[in-house]
C-alpha cells in the first residue's frame, strides 16, 4: 500500500511539474502587479518618509511603479530596477541599506548587541543560582589572644 502512495505522488509531482511551465508561458509578456509589488516592496518613496513605494498613494510613486512594470516588461531583473532608482535618488530608496561604509553596523550591531546581553543575562542568572558567599568580617582567633583569654576568664568569673 505505501508503494503504491509513494509512487502516486511521484506521478502527481512529476505531473505537475509539467504543466507549471504552461502555466508561465500563458502569462505572456506583461507584469503582474504581484511581481511590480514584490520589487516596490523592497524600495521606499523618495518623496514621502518611511513609505515603502507598493503602498505610497502619491501620484509621483504611481509613476514610478509604472516605472517598474515597464523596465519588467523590457527584460530587466529586479537587481537592474533597484540600481536604476538608486542612480535616480541615492540609497535612501532602499528599504535594506546595503552594508558598505557605516551602513554595516546595521547588520553588525543588532546581533552583536543580543550576544552581549544573553551573556549578562546568563551571568546574573548563574550569579541568582548560587548561594552568597558568606565573608568572615572577624577572623578566628588562637587562644594565646591576651584579649580572648581575659575575655573567657570575665566570663567564667561572672557564671560564678
Known sequence: MRKITLALSIMISVLTLLLLPGAVAAQGGEPTDDEVNAIAKQLYCPVCE??????????ACAQWR????QKLAEGWTEDQIKQYFVDQ?????????PA???????????????????????????GWRQPPVTEEFFPISTPEDPYIVRLEQELQNRDR
Open 66 to 69: 509604472g516605472i517598474i512594470r
Open 100 to 126: 558598505r561604509g557605516l551602513n554595516w553596523l546595521v547588520y553588525i550591531l543588532p546581533p552583536a548587541v543580543f550576544v552581549i546581553g544573553a551573556y549578562v543575562l546568563v551571568r546574573a542568572v548563574r
Open 89 to 97: 535618488y541615492g540609497d535612501r530608496v532602499l528599504a535594506a541599506p
Open 50 to 59: 518611511n513609505v515603502p513605494l507598493d503602498v505610497c498613494p502619491t501620484q
